[in-house]
């Protein structure tokens, strides 16, 4: 795939690539998802549920050394769902929101959310297809 030089540049971060995994709240339920990338205001993340344009979310996730400018911090971050994509062929749903605040957490904190994450999955609680 290649880039248009000529394309005109809106994203007002740098973004970073960042595969990992976060927990995304929303509704009153948590569903897993993986990071693709992020930047200092925004995300973009696979997740085993859709999400509706405008959709108000909670994610929990370790923020890179590279944003923080320092160490690797567990953060629980707020946002609005800005597009989403379908699945398609068994690939999970790709989102894209805006993140408007975040929230330092303590490690521990972070490890039940993944936690919670784990057990509804096995349980059968989240929504889509099973992760590959």
Do not use: K, W
């Not at 509704?27 to 993340?45: A, H």
């Not at 057990?119 to 929504?127: F, R, T």
């Amino acid at each position: 795939m290649s880039a248009d030089p000529n394309r005109l540049e809106r994203r007002g971060a740098q973004r970073f690539e960042a595969h990992q995994p976060l927990a995304v709240h929303f509704e009153g339920q948590t569903v897993p998802g993986f990071i693709q990338d992020l930047s200092g205001r925004g995300i973009f993340f696979y997740a085993e549920t859709a999400l509706p344009q405008g959709a108000i979310v909670e994610l929990t996730f370790t923020m890179p050394s590279e944003i923080t400018l320092g160490e690797n911090m567990p953060v629980r971050c707020r946002g609005r769902v800005l597009r989403a994509s379908a699945a398609q062929g068994g690939q999970r749903n790709g989102i894209a929101a805006q993140l408007s605040s975040y929230e330092y957490l303590p490690c521990n904190e972070l490890i039940a959310d993944f936690a919670r994450v784990s057990a509804d999955s096995a349980a059968g609680v989240a929504s889509g297809p099973s992760p590959r």
